[in-house]
């Protein structure tokens, strides 16, 4: 079946501009994450949305970072007026319900995200 | 402040011997443990994983081994096979306040290259 896909999946954009980053989940998975890799670093958690919950947004770097997902489906991650230090390589990652709390997270191939 | 460290950037192996790669936290409260590989272009995906009250688990050729009072997890691969030539990342987490395991904090990964 279809995995985790992400779009573009790789922008080259100028310092000051705004990028979306797209992700389409794994159908009828409820959960879904982004995270983001900096050069030569572990995954970074950023956001986590589950279901209908108030997502969780304590790893968002900044309030230029923000991200939605509508219909409880696809998510989109917006970066304001980019940064060099913004540059990574963005990865979204679903998974199935569970109720064992310890949910295996299937991830995208990842945005790279280049901030000239 | 690097809550999760692998301190190997790289390890190179024979075929057929073993691989053993390391991962040591800080957080005490990490109660469960999972590892990730990584192929160049391509998300994580789920290797194995182990809860806090086992010291060990074992799925085929691959066996996570967890020492909670020295804060260290190790995976052992064996025999090592060149199509385990990946990045491989170490990822905690803890059991939140709504039951969930969700949020992992990764480690930088090691780059393990299994020779033919």
């Known amino acids: 079946g279809a995995g985790v896909s992400q779009s573009p999946s790789n922008k080259v954009t100028e310092k000051g501009k705004d990028v979306e980053l797209r992700c389409d989940p794994i159908?009828?998975?409820?959960?879904l994450y982004w995270y983001r890799q900096s050069l030569g670093q572990g995954l970074e958690f950023l956001i986590y949305f589950q279901g209908n919950s108030a997502p969780d947004k304590s790893g968002l770097p900044s309030d230029r970072f923000s991200a939605e997902r509508t219909g409880g489906s696809v998510s989109t991650l917006t970066i304001q007026r980019t940064q060099q230090e913004d540059s990574a390589v963005y990865l979204c990652a679903s998974s199935p319900p569970s109720g064992s709390g310890t949910d295996t997270q299937y991830f995208g191939p990842g945005t790279r995200l280049t901030v000239l | 402040d690097q809550q999760v460290k692998q301190n190997s950037p790289s390890l190179s192996v024979q075929e057929g011997r073993i691989s053993i790669l390391n991962c040591d936290y800080t957080n005490s409260m990490f109660d469960y443990f999972l590892w990730y590989k990584k192929y160049p272009a391509e998300g994580p995906t789920f290797l194995i994983s182990i809860s806090s009250i086992k010291d060990k688990n074992e799925d085929g050729r691959f066996t996570v081994f967890l020492n909670k009072s020295a804060k260290h997890l190790s995976l052992h691969i064996v025999p090592s096979q060149p199509g385990d030539s990946a990045v491989y990342f170490c990822?905690?987490?803890?059991?939140?306040?709504?039951?969930?395991?969700?949020?992992?904090?990764f480690g930088k990964g090691t780059l393990l290259t299994v020779n033919p």
């Open positions: 990822a905690p987490s803890q059991l939140n306040s709504g039951g969930s395991n969700y949020k992992l904090t």
């Open positions: 159908s009828g998975h409820t959960a």
